[in-house]
Protein backbone atom coordinates (compact mmCIF):
# COMPACT_ATOMS: atom_id res chain seq x y z
CA UNK A 1 0.00 0.00 0.00
CA UNK A 2 1.88 3.39 -1.19
CA UNK A 3 0.93 6.32 0.94
CA UNK A 4 0.17 9.80 -0.36
CA UNK A 5 3.78 11.14 -0.01
CA UNK A 6 3.64 15.34 -0.89
CA UNK A 7 5.74 16.41 -3.67
CA UNK A 8 8.97 18.24 -2.42
CA UNK A 9 9.02 22.16 -3.63
CA UNK A 10 11.08 22.38 -6.41
CA UNK A 11 14.68 23.85 -5.29
CA UNK A 12 15.66 25.65 -8.45
CA UNK A 13 13.92 28.86 -7.48
CA UNK A 14 16.34 29.08 -4.65
CA UNK A 15 19.21 27.80 -6.10
CA UNK A 16 18.96 30.44 -9.05
CA UNK A 17 18.10 32.97 -6.28
CA UNK A 18 21.16 32.46 -4.16
CA UNK A 19 23.64 32.22 -7.32
CA UNK A 20 24.98 29.34 -6.13
CA UNK A 21 26.48 28.09 -9.40
CA UNK A 22 28.05 31.47 -9.79
CA UNK A 23 29.40 31.59 -6.15
CA UNK A 24 30.99 27.94 -6.93
CA UNK A 25 32.71 29.36 -10.27
CA UNK A 26 34.42 31.86 -8.14
CA UNK A 27 35.33 30.02 -5.15
CA UNK A 28 36.50 26.84 -7.16
CA UNK A 29 38.67 29.73 -9.88
CA UNK A 30 39.83 31.16 -6.24
CA UNK A 31 40.67 27.93 -4.58
CA UNK A 32 42.75 26.55 -7.40
CA UNK A 33 44.63 29.81 -8.12
CA UNK A 34 45.34 29.85 -4.50
CA UNK A 35 46.45 26.74 -4.84
CA UNK A 36 48.46 26.75 -7.78
CA UNK A 37 50.34 30.37 -6.44
CA UNK A 38 51.17 28.53 -3.13
CA UNK A 39 52.58 25.04 -5.14
CA UNK A 40 54.34 27.30 -7.79
CA UNK A 41 56.19 29.01 -4.57
CA UNK A 42 56.60 26.00 -2.80
CA UNK A 43 58.43 23.81 -5.25
CA UNK A 44 59.95 26.09 -7.58
CA UNK A 45 61.01 29.06 -5.25
CA UNK A 46 61.74 27.16 -2.13
CA UNK A 47 62.96 24.14 -3.63
CA UNK A 48 63.59 20.90 -1.85
CA UNK A 49 65.01 21.32 1.64
CA UNK A 50 67.50 18.94 2.46
CA UNK A 51 66.30 16.47 5.17
CA UNK A 52 62.60 17.38 4.32
CA UNK A 53 60.28 14.75 3.78
CA UNK A 54 58.01 15.02 0.60
CA UNK A 55 58.85 16.10 -2.89
CA UNK A 56 56.39 18.07 -5.78
CA UNK A 57 54.02 14.79 -6.54
CA UNK A 58 53.45 15.11 -2.30
CA UNK A 59 53.31 18.90 -2.35
CA UNK A 60 50.70 18.46 -5.41
CA UNK A 61 48.46 16.41 -3.65
CA UNK A 62 48.59 18.99 -0.75
CA UNK A 63 47.41 21.51 -3.80
CA UNK A 64 44.49 19.68 -4.53
CA UNK A 65 43.17 19.29 -1.03
CA UNK A 66 44.09 22.99 -0.74
CA UNK A 67 41.87 24.02 -3.84
CA UNK A 68 38.95 21.72 -3.24
CA UNK A 69 38.89 22.61 0.60
CA UNK A 70 39.37 26.53 -0.16
CA UNK A 71 36.78 26.53 -2.96
CA UNK A 72 34.54 25.19 -0.96
CA UNK A 73 34.92 27.46 1.68
CA UNK A 74 34.47 30.37 -0.51
CA UNK A 75 31.56 29.13 -2.03
CA UNK A 76 29.88 28.44 1.72
CA UNK A 77 31.15 32.26 2.44
CA UNK A 78 29.93 33.83 -0.69
CA UNK A 79 26.19 31.53 -0.47
CA UNK A 80 25.72 32.53 3.14
CA UNK A 81 26.29 36.38 1.65
CA UNK A 82 23.55 35.94 -1.10
CA UNK A 83 21.18 34.68 1.38
CA UNK A 84 21.96 37.55 3.58
CA UNK A 85 21.33 39.68 0.94
CA UNK A 86 18.01 38.11 0.48
CA UNK A 87 16.82 38.15 3.61
CA UNK A 88 17.23 42.30 4.45
CA UNK A 89 15.53 42.94 1.13
CA UNK A 90 12.81 41.15 2.23
CA UNK A 91 12.66 43.71 4.97
Given at each position: MQRDIPDRPPTGGLVE??????????????????????????????????????GPLHFLALAFVLAFALGALVTTV????????LVRDLD
Open positions: ALNVRRNAAVGFAVGVVVAALLYGYRVGVVGQVRGQAGLTFASARH
